[in-house]
């Protein structure tokens, strides 16, 4: 099993930047992807960005050369670095974790970007 935990969230202003943190209770190299979720209020959850264990990364259309996932394998933990954010990316993120076949999701956190 993988426990996650993120942080990171809250309220911005538009133009404004968030860093999101995905704690791992296990060694994310042996995660074979992590990756960031978000949903709206009424809204399917929805990709954002994913880190596979070799380094590579996969972005969804709206978060590309504005978003940034990385991660720090000694410290269990996978960022998502938000620039230039826009209202409607207003929404509760969730961190990911594809091990062994299962995915494993944290409780989510909050961002709300204000116009």
């Known amino acids: 099993q993988v426990q996650l935990v993120e942080s990171g969230g809250g309220l911005v202003q538009s133009g404004g930047s968030l860093r999101l943190s995905c704690a791992a209770s296990?060694?994310?190299?042996?995660?074979?992807?992590m990756g960031w979720y978000r949903q709206a209020p009424g809204m399917q959850r929805e990709l954002v960005a994913i880190?596979?264990?070799?380094?590579?990364?996969n972005y969804a259309d709206f978060a590309k050369g504005r978003f940034s996932i990385s991660r720090d394998n000694a410290k269990n933990t996978v960022y998502l670095q938000m620039n230039s954010l826009k209202p409607e990316d207003t929404a509760v993120y969730y961190c990911?974790?594809?091990?062994?076949?299962?995915?494993?999701w944290g409780q989510g956190t909050q961002v709300t970007v204000s116009s």
């Open positions: 990911n974790a594809r091990y062994w076949g299962f995915d494993y």
């Open positions: 296990r060694a994310i190299f042996s995660i074979s992807a």
């Open positions: 880190i596979f264990s070799g380094g590579s990364t």
